[in-house]
């Protein structure tokens, strides 16, 4: 358990270096959400009631998207000079590198969401009616879904030749619930209309169920040839 | 060579990709303590068999046993060195090291900084891989190779791309290694470099191994 937890901390404070020191994934998914922001604020015109109705979807489908490319320079770094290869014949367990990568992702897709929420705010104009605060619980499980469906098919479609596209045709139908309870989550605490405790209920249950099945096949996936 | 037992056992051992048998029924046993080279033309199956007792291509059939033991439960005893070098380019040698030592349990960095000076480079290198030299990079991915101080070395291509200069001195740290207890295979096309130092040359042909040899002799068959 003890090298499970170092080798997790360990792979995670490298990937947070490499990342630091190329910027890749963070400098691509800034700028593909915020040309998101910009183009949809220019799109709808929507007024404040509106906005509550919408917004919803529109940040959640900006973050999805945005995290693909994040999650597509998860393993492509692994995969330069066959590095993956280097863990493969080390005993270290597999699950570590998973969860590493995951936990990687979701400081990542979470910074992102930290930066652009705001904007998203004064953009629509956006005020909770709702308890606002519940919109942390509902960023959080929604984020870890997001990322740990999208580490896992990441690296399943590591060995395709197509895997841009290959990602999220996997990942997003798999999504779906989760985005569905991201939304109405956050449509109901923008609106004040309702109780959203029933959606977070189901993106916890959703994390749990998908996070126990990820870690039980993922080192059949690393392993594979 | 006081110990004759096979270290390695390599039993009826078929890898097929698809329709491709890139091994068709190896059947070989390895001492340990010695430093064997592994010949053919491209598409014999050395690479795939370097891949396989490095428990990286898991045999369609037949089995290996090192140490009694199958590769994956061995992986402690074995150093893997690829044609490509294993490494962050984006990190210093002593910053790759560092991780890779983690993934073997080996706290501090003494370890890293012994296994980057044995291999003759300066651990204090704060430059990363990327921007080391083909020869600093090679010799950078047998430092990695040999961080847990594994009882078999398995490389794969060493000296490709680098100048005759370093690949001997590569030979020559292969050879302090071998003298030091350690079972050495060595995949590559550069067989008279190893003329010398290597104890045996395993052939191999269309995924077979054809012959084994004592010394780099000329092949009437033309495969050299």
């Known amino acids: ?225 | 060579m006081t110990e004759s037992a096979a270290t390695i056992r390599v039993t009826n051992l078929i890898k097929q990709f698809g329709r491709f048998a890139a091994l068709r029924g190896v059947t070989a046993e390895f001492d340990s303590g010695r430093f064997h080279v592994i010949l053919g033309d491209n598409g014999a199956g050395k690479t795939t068999l370097l891949r396989a007792l490095a428990g990286l291509a898991d045999p369609t059939r037949g089995e290996i046993s090192i140490f009694d033991k199958n590769p994956h439960e061995a992986c402690r005893e074995i150093g893997y060195m690829a044609h490509p070098s294993l490494l962050y380019d984006e990190m210093s040698g002593m910053e790759n090291l560092r991780y890779f030592a983690r993934l073997y349990d080996i706290a501090g960095d003494a370890r890293s900084s012994e296994a980057i000076r044995s291999v003759g480079l300066d651990p204090e290198l704060s430059r990363p891989v990327g921007k080391y030299s083909q020869g600093m990079r090679q010799r950078m991915s047998l430092a990695r190779a040999i961080l847990h101080d594994p009882k078999i070395l398995l490389l794969d291509e060493p000296f490709s791309n680098v100048d005759v200069h370093s690949a001997q001195e590569m030979v020559g740290l292969l050879k302090q290694m071998r003298d030091a207890g350690k079972t050495i295979f060595v995949v590559t096309h550069q067989a008279a470099l190893l003329e010398g130092a290597a104890d045996e040359f395993i052939w191999m042909q269309a995924g077979q191994i054809v012959d084994r040899t004592r010394h780099l002799v000329p092949d009437p068959a033309g495969r050299a």
Not at chain 1, 8 to 23: G, P
Not at chain 1, 97 to 114: C, D, P, Q, R, T
Not at chain 1, 168 to 182: C, E, K, N
């Open chain 1, 1 to 225: 358990m003890s090298s499970l937890r170092s080798i997790t901390l360990a792979t995670l404070t490298k990937d947070v270096r490499l990342e630091w020191r190329s910027k890749d994934a963070i400098n691509s998914m800034l700028f593909f959400s915020l040309l998101v922001v910009v183009i949809f604020s220019f799109s709808f015109d929507p007024n404040a009631e509106e906005s509550r109705q919408i917004a919803g979807g529109l940040i959640w489908v900006a973050f999805l998207f945005a995290a693909v490319v994040a999650l597509n320079q998860t393993w492509a770094r692994e995969l330069r000079n066959q590095v993956l290869d280097a863990y493969r014949v080390s005993p270290a367990p597999a699950n570590a590198l998973f969860m590493a990568k995951v936990l990687g992702n979701f400081i990542l897709v979470s910074l992102l969401e930290g930066l652009m929420a705001p904007l998203f705010m004064i953009f629509y104009n956006l005020r909770a009616l709702g308890p606002a605060w519940q919109l942390i619980p509902v960023a959080l499980l929604g984020t870890w879904a997001l990322v740990v469906n999208g580490t896992f098919f990441a690296a399943m479609s590591l060995r395709t030749r197509s895997r841009e596209i290959m990602l999220p045709l996997l990942l997003f139908p798999i999504s779906i619930p989760a985005v569905q309870s991201m939304v109405e989550a956050t449509r109901i605490i923008l609106t004040g209309d309702g109780a959203a405790r029933f959606w977070i209920v189901l993106l916890l249950t959703y994390d749990v169920v998908f996070t126990t099945a990820c870690l039980a096949l993922f080192e059949t996936i690393l392993q594979a040839e």
